[in-house]
């Protein structure tokens, strides 16, 4: 028996050299790629620079990214689910295949249970019970069986577990996007430092008390998602705020913990678009268990879409604010603002969707939830529905005007600024 | 100058003076025994509220929402109040551990161990005696916990800075976790050296070590287990009070410590803990299954070197509690690889079982029926384990209800069934009572359709990705959890079973014989050779050693 143990003692041993050296290579091989991506980064900036957003179709974007428009949630589960990252898929097949491998030692010892039970009850008929106190064939086989099949399930399991965790050469070579989540009580935060995008926090509430026939507070916890690009890998970075968070989600096979003034890490990459979910997997206080994760993963050009829509973002929810008070003279104000800043396509278009897109996620909320909302006594959902699709259209309108109205005075104001500069010109010409 | 030197009268009590001063090791195992079963009733009631809640429409969080939009109120325990739900989780696997599990063992090892060694009392009594009395302010302070400012510690029986942190200086429940862990880890050391002396010592002359019985084995390994483990634990808690009293910064990584730190400290002692809470039911499980298949135990050499290395392993593989925390990947795959090992004894002695019990005339005793039910679920607890040691996976399962259902298949399915199957075996030893079969029976068979039911979906809906400590779940949840609740009113009602069946035998007469289950011709063992209960002081002489050697069998001795 003191054997076995030392086999044991020795078999973590090795398992753990191995390991460590294996780790050496690693660590040797990044430190090289490190040295050469001072050259490579360049490269990559420049890469990402030229990169033309596609224009924007506002209707299309908050269909992709309106947390309910007309999209399923994905809740996949490990067993029978549909991981989209390449690991979670092995981890899913890697669990049946240790399933199948332990279900003999399940069911045997289940088994010979029920044989034992019935077989050898006391029947009261004077049979003597055996004697026997020890079978050293059967006591050498029954541990070296468990020994060897643990051994077999190791290596497929120390190779994903590597592959799990060591980042891919992606991040070396400076093609990763990075992102960070910092988790809070209780919601989550999504900064993407490659793409100045910062403070995408995960749940918003919502008070609209004007908007007759709903319920007067309306708070309630609309996911913001965590958006990311399919087929990029991408590193996530977490961090927390006040306690030990963990941020996890199934469908991509990532959890970690998130520590306070630490930074943890994670990575992955999927092929797959869709919307998927999951949640704090740390105890972290009284609403833990609400402090749900939702992500989308989009084609490369909608997340740029995306970006591009984030980074206006609070200057047009400010102006969305504007537009809800309903002072003509402010809205005005803060429209001239907005506008006079930046007038791309892009501008124009956020406006536009970070004003219908409360509206919609409350619609498509309501919605889905229809079941739960109305009781038997007040069915309200289908009202509160249409009142708050008349609300978003009038504000859209009201918008669409205002932009119009812009446009026509900045139009006249730069044909001013152009008769002036061509006069400027043809007298600085003709001064000369 | 007098002749004769007059002896002082003794002073000796009787009633509750008597239970308040014993020294007496029988005495003292009946107080850890009544101590064990009204603090279980306390935590199980506890695991009632969670249950409820979680069965409850106001644990939906669909549902949830759709009252708040409402205005109404949500039909539910806690939903409003996720803390006092966080306190209850907390309390719930704190009392179950520090004040149930271990003192409940404690109560077998100290009434049955010294007679099963032909022993007079332990070796140190009246440091028995202190040990005992330890836990009592230990569960005062955990139940009063409750009605403190800001109530108990509702930062999981974990207690992980920084959450455990938060609420220093208001809220002293915390705190008094951390004084109620430290005195119940007080009474663990003490009664460790205690035994670990008393069977080294004392044992009678030509019991050599190759004829202890295996109780006492588990025992023996159990209490060096709470001796080198316990310790450790005391160092964890011991941070967190100093952090949150006395400005130290040993847990927060902006003053130079670091909240892992607290987790390798805690879960150094806690994975040992497991292992303390599940041998000594695995030395009695030997003697009860052994006992109603009129055989010996099978492999007794075997047992005891598993139960040896399932406890020098036990300390080399705490970090598979903390696979999600950012450990160096080779960190991972060693902790993986080492927690493999631990599947080898396990399944080396439940083998032996199966072979103890195979060949046997096999009577369905109440004590027979639980250890045959704790084979059953501990070995699908035990592969829940070997998933969970797979770091792949557990990233996956990693505090999710998969967890949950795996500690509790081999908590309750293991330590509480072979609890409750020690009571029922040694109970009419302890008391000269024995208790009522059918009813036991009954008990028996609820209990583990109860834990199969509430523990055995635990692993499915872990799997779909319910995350523990949540008190509302998504709606995809929701039938799980009912059935989960459904199988812990089935459970409670066994332990209930139990409960009333012993102060039901309190109003009858001492009618048991020395050995009222007819096992003593092949088991063998001192504590049936005796009255029930045995007299004071055990023996009057030493007795003769009637213990053949386990090794051989009983015609070849």
Same mark, same amino acid.
């Given at each position: 028996?003191?054997?076995?143990?030392?086999?044991?003692?020795?078999?973590?041993?090795?398992?753990?050299?191995?390991?460590?050296?294996?780790?050496?290579?690693? =660590?040797?091989? #990044? $430190?090289?790629?490190?040295?050469?991506?001072?050259?490579?980064?360049?490269?990559?900036? #420049?890469?990402?620079?030229?990169?033309?957003?596609?224009?924007?179709?506002?209707?299309?974007?908050?269909?992709?990214?309106?947390?309910?428009?007309?999209?399923?949630?994905?809740?996949?589960?490990?067993?029978?689910?549909?991981?989209?990252?390449?690991?979670?898929?092995?981890?899913?097949?890697?669990?049946?295949?240790?399933?199948?491998?332990?279900?003999?030692?399940?069911?045997?010892?289940?088994?010979?249970?029920?044989?034992?039970?019935?077989?050898?009850?006391?029947?009261?008929?004077?049979?003597?019970?055996?004697?026997?106190?020890?079978?050293?064939?059967?006591?050498?086989?029954?541990?070296?069986?468990?020994?060897?099949?643990?051994?077999?399930?190791?290596?497929?399991?120390?190779?994903?577990?590597?592959?799990?965790?060591?980042?891919?050469?992606?991040?070396?070579?400076?093609?990763?996007?990075?992102?960070?989540?910092?988790?809070?009580?209780?919601?989550?935060?999504?900064?993407?430092?490659?793409?100045?995008?910062?403070?995408?926090?995960?749940?918003?509430?919502?008070?609209?008390?004007?908007?007759?026939?709903?319920?007067?507070?309306?708070?309630?916890?609309?996911?913001?998602?965590?958006?990311?690009?399919?087929?990029?890998?991408?590193?996530?970075?977490?961090?927390?705020?006040?306690?030990?968070?963990?941020?996890?989600?199934?469908?991509?096979?990532?959890?970690?913990?998130?520590?306070?003034?630490?930074?943890?890490?994670?990575?992955?990459? $999927?092929?797959?678009?869709?919307?998927?979910?999951?949640?704090?997997?740390?105890?972290?206080?009284?609403?833990?268990?609400?402090?749900?994760?939702?992500?989308?993963?989009?084609?490369?050009?909608?997340?740029?879409?995306?970006?591009?829509?984030?980074?206006?973002?609070?200057?047009?929810?400010?102006?969305?604010?504007?537009?809800?008070?309903?002072?003509?003279?402010?809205?005005?104000? =803060?429209?001239?603002?907005?506008?006079?800043?930046?007038?791309?396509?892009?501008?124009?278009?956020?406006?536009?969707?970070?004003?219908?897109?409360?509206?919609?996620?409350?619609?498509?909320?309501?919605?889905?939830?229809?079941?739960?909302?109305?009781?038997?006594?007040?069915?309200?959902?289908?009202?509160?529905?249409?009142?708050?699709?008349?609300?978003?259209?009038?504000?859209?309108?009201?918008?669409?005007?205002?932009?119009?109205?812009?446009?026509?005075?900045?139009?006249?104001?730069?044909?001013?600024?152009?008769?002036?500069?061509?006069?400027? =010109?043809? $007298?600085?010409?003709?001064?000369? | 100058?007098?002749?004769?030197?007059?002896?002082?009268?003794?002073?000796?009590?009787?009633?509750?003076?008597?239970?308040?001063?014993?020294?007496?090791?029988?005495?003292?195992?009946?107080?850890?025994?009544?101590?064990?079963?009204?603090?279980?009733?306390?935590?199980?009631?506890?695991?009632?509220?969670?249950?409820?809640?979680? &069965?409850?429409?106001?644990?939906?969080?669909?549902?949830?929402?759709?009252?708040?939009?409402?205005?109404?109120?949500?039909?539910?325990?806690?939903?409003?109040?996720?803390?006092?739900?966080?306190?209850? /989780?907390?309390? +719930?696997?704190?009392?179950? %551990?520090?004040?149930?599990?271990?003192?409940?063992?404690?109560?077998?090892?100290?009434?049955?161990?010294?007679?099963?060694?032909?022993?007079?009392?332990?070796?140190?009594?009246?440091?028995?005696?202190?040990?005992?009395?330890?836990?009592?302010?230990?569960?005062?302070? @955990?139940?009063?916990?409750?009605?403190?400012?800001?109530?108990?510690?509702?930062?999981?029986?974990?207690?992980?800075?920084?959450?455990?942190?938060?609420?220093?200086?208001?809220?002293?429940?915390?705190?008094?976790?951390?004084?109620?862990?430290?005195? &119940?880890?007080?009474?663990?050391? @003490?009664?460790?050296?205690?035994?670990?002396?008393?069977?080294?010592?004392?044992?009678?002359?030509?019991?050599?070590?190759?004829?202890?019985?295996?109780?006492?084995?588990?025992?023996?390994?159990?209490?060096?287990?709470?001796?080198?483990? /316990?310790?450790?634990?005391?160092?964890?808690? !011991?941070? %967190?009070?100093?952090?949150?009293?006395?400005?130290?910064?040993?847990?927060?990584?902006?003053?130079?410590?670091?909240?892992?730190?607290?987790? +390798?400290?805690?879960?150094?002692?806690?994975?040992?803990?497991?292992?303390?809470?599940?041998?000594?039911?695995?030395?009695? &499980?030997? +003697?009860?299954?052994?006992?109603?298949?009129?055989?010996?135990?099978?492999?007794?050499?075997?047992?005891?070197?598993?139960?040896?290395?399932?406890?020098?392993?036990?300390?080399?593989?705490?970090? +598979?509690?903390?696979?999600?925390?950012?450990?160096?990947?080779?960190?991972?795959?060693?902790?993986?690889?080492?927690?493999?090992?631990?599947?080898?004894?396990?399944?080396?002695?439940?083998?032996?079982? @199966?072979? !103890? %019990?195979?060949?046997?005339?096999?009577?369905?005793?109440?004590?027979?029926?639980?250890?045959?039910?704790?084979?059953? %679920?501990?070995?699908?607890?035990?592969?829940?384990?070997?998933?969970? &040691?797979?770091?792949?996976?557990?990233?996956?399962?990693?505090?999710?209800?998969?967890?949950?259902?795996?500690?509790?298949?081999?908590?309750?399915?293991?330590?509480?069934?072979?609890?409750?199957?020690?009571?029922?075996?040694?109970?009419?030893?302890?008391?000269?009572?024995?208790?009522?079969?059918?009813?036991?029976?009954?008990?028996?068979?609820?209990?583990?359709?109860?834990?199969? @039911?509430?523990?055995?979906?635990?692993?499915?809906?872990?799997?779909?990705?319910?995350?523990?400590?949540?008190?509302?779940?998504?709606?995809?949840?929701?039938?799980?959890?009912?059935?989960?609740?459904?199988?812990?009113?089935?459970?409670?009602?066994?332990?209930?079973?139990?409960?009333?069946?012993?102060?039901?035998?309190?109003?009858?007469?001492?009618?048991?014989?020395?050995?009222?289950?007819?096992?003593?011709?092949?088991?063998?063992?001192?504590?049936?050779?005796?009255?029930?209960?045995?007299?004071?002081?055990?023996?009057?002489?030493?007795?003769?050693?009637?213990?053949?050697?386990?090794?051989?069998?009983?015609?070849?001795?």
């Amino acid at each position: 028996m003191r054997h076995f143990l030392a086999i044991l003692f020795c078999l973590n041993l090795f398992a753990g050299t191995v390991l460590a050296a294996e780790d050496q290579a690693v =660590a040797v091989t #990044a $430190s090289e790629i490190a040295a050469t991506e001072a050259d490579a980064g360049s490269d990559a900036t #420049a890469v990402e620079a030229t990169t033309e957003p596609v224009a924007t179709d506002v209707d299309t974007m908050l269909g992709l990214l309106n947390p309910a428009q007309d999209v399923q949630i994905d809740t996949t589960n490990m067993l029978w689910g549909d991981p989209v990252s390449q690991i979670g898929q092995q981890i899913q097949v890697k669990t049946w295949l240790a399933v199948l491998i332990f279900l003999p030692f399940l069911i045997i010892p289940q088994v010979l249970l029920l044989v034992v039970i019935f077989k050898f009850r006391d029947r009261k008929d004077g049979r003597k019970p055996a004697t026997f106190v020890g079978h050293h064939t059967l006591e050498f086989w029954w541990t070296v069986i468990p020994i060897i099949v643990l051994i077999i399930v190791t290596f497929p399991m120390v190779d994903l577990l590597y592959e799990q965790e060591m980042p891919p050469k992606e991040v070396h070579t400076g093609d990763a996007m990075e992102v960070r989540i910092t988790g809070k009580q209780f919601n989550w935060i999504y900064d993407y430092p490659d793409h100045g995008v910062e403070g995408v926090a995960t749940f918003r509430m919502l008070f609209e008390p004007e908007i007759e026939g709903t319920p007067s507070k309306l708070d309630f916890y609309l996911q913001e998602p965590a958006v990311f690009m399919t087929g990029k890998v991408t590193t996530l970075f977490f961090s927390a705020i006040d306690v030990t968070h963990a941020w996890g989600v199934p469908a991509i096979a990532v959890k970690k913990d998130c520590f306070v003034d630490r930074i943890t890490h994670s990575w992955f990459s $999927s092929d797959t678009a869709g919307w998927f979910e999951g949640q704090c997997y740390e105890l972290c206080g009284a609403w833990h268990g609400k402090m749900i994760v939702t992500i989308a993963i989009v084609e490369p050009e909608q997340f740029t879409c995306w970006v591009e829509l984030m980074q206006h973002r609070s200057a047009a929810t400010a102006l969305a604010a504007s537009l809800r008070a309903g002072d003509q003279e402010k809205i005005q104000e =803060a429209a001239k603002k907005y506008f006079d800043k930046d007038q791309s396509q892009e501008r124009k278009d956020a406006a536009l969707y970070w004003l219908k897109y409360e509206y919609l996620a409350k619609i498509k909320w309501l919605e889905n939830h229809k079941r739960f909302l109305n009781s038997e006594d007040n069915v309200w959902v289908d009202g509160a529905i249409s009142k708050t699709r008349s609300f978003m259209n009038g504000r859209v309108q009201t918008l669409q005007r205002v932009m119009a109205n812009y446009r026509q005075q900045a139009n006249l104001q730069s044909a001013d600024e152009e008769a002036t500069a061509a006069a400027v =010109a043809t $007298s600085e010409g003709a001064g000369e | 100058m007098s002749d004769a030197a007059v002896m002082p009268e003794i002073k000796r009590y009787t009633g509750i003076m008597d239970y308040l001063t014993t020294v007496d090791h029988k005495k003292i195992g009946l107080m850890y025994f009544w101590f064990a079963l009204i603090m279980g009733i306390v935590g199980g009631g506890m695991a009632g509220a969670i249950r409820l809640q979680l &069965a409850m429409p106001g644990a939906v969080l669909e549902k949830l929402y759709a009252a708040e939009m409402n205005n109404a109120t949500s039909f539910s325990l806690f939903s409003e109040n996720g803390h006092l739900f966080n306190q209850m /989780t907390t309390m +719930h696997a704190s009392i179950m %551990i520090f004040a149930v599990i271990i003192p409940a063992f404690a109560a077998f090892g100290n009434y049955i161990v010294p007679i099963m060694i032909g022993a007079r009392d332990m070796a140190f009594p009246k440091l028995n005696a202190f040990a005992f009395w330890l836990l009592v302010p230990a569960g005062i302070l @955990l139940i009063t916990s409750f009605f403190v400012q800001g109530g108990a510690a509702a930062s999981g029986w974990t207690a992980y800075p920084p959450l455990s942190l938060q609420g220093a200086g208001s809220n002293p429940g915390q705190d008094m976790w951390v004084l109620a862990v430290h005195l &119940a880890g007080m009474s663990s050391i @003490l009664g460790a050296i205690n035994f670990l002396v008393t069977i080294t010592n004392m044992r009678a002359p030509g019991m050599t070590w190759g004829k202890v019985p295996l109780f006492a084995w588990a025992v023996y390994f159990t209490s060096a287990l709470q001796l080198v483990a /316990t310790p450790v634990l005391g160092a964890a808690v !011991t941070m %967190i009070i100093l952090d949150r009293n006395f400005d130290t910064g040993l847990l927060i990584a902006s003053r130079g410590g670091d909240p892992v730190l607290y987790q +390798h400290i805690f879960w150094f002692y806690s994975h040992p803990a497991v292992y303390i809470m599940i041998l000594p039911g695995f030395g009695a &499980a030997s +003697h009860i299954m052994a006992a109603f298949s009129s055989k010996r135990i099978f492999g007794y050499t075997a047992m005891v070197v598993a139960i040896g290395s399932i406890g020098v392993l036990g300390f080399m593989v705490w970090a +598979h509690h903390m696979f999600t925390i950012g450990m160096p990947t080779w960190m991972q795959a060693y902790f993986m690889i080492a927690s493999f090992g631990i599947g080898v004894p396990t399944g080396i002695k439940v083998f032996s079982w @199966l072979a !103890t %019990i195979w060949g046997g005339t096999i009577r369905f005793t109440t004590p027979m029926l639980y250890c045959l039910g704790f084979i059953s %679920i501990f070995v699908l607890g035990g592969f829940g384990g070997l998933i969970l &040691a797979m770091v792949p996976i557990d990233i996956q399962l990693h505090d999710t209800y998969f967890v949950v259902g795996h500690f509790h298949y081999t908590l309750v399915g293991g330590s509480v069934m072979l609890i409750f199957a020690s009571a029922y075996y040694w109970w009419p030893k302890m008391s000269g009572r024995m208790l009522n079969e059918t009813a036991g029976k009954i008990g028996a068979g609820l209990m583990f359709t109860g834990i199969f @039911l509430a523990f055995g979906n635990m692993h499915i809906s872990g799997a779909l990705g319910m995350a523990r400590r949540i008190v509302a779940y998504r709606e995809e949840f929701e039938t799980l959890n009912h059935v989960s609740t459904f199988g812990y009113l089935l459970t409670a009602i066994a332990a209930l079973i139990l409960f009333f069946s012993i102060v039901a035998s309190l109003f009858r007469k001492r009618d048991c014989g020395d050995d009222p289950w007819e096992i003593n011709d092949i088991q063998q063992s001192f504590e049936w050779a005796t009255s029930s209960p045995p007299p004071p002081y055990n023996f009057e002489e030493v007795p003769p050693i009637p213990v053949t050697d386990p090794r051989k069998r009983v015609d070849q001795q």
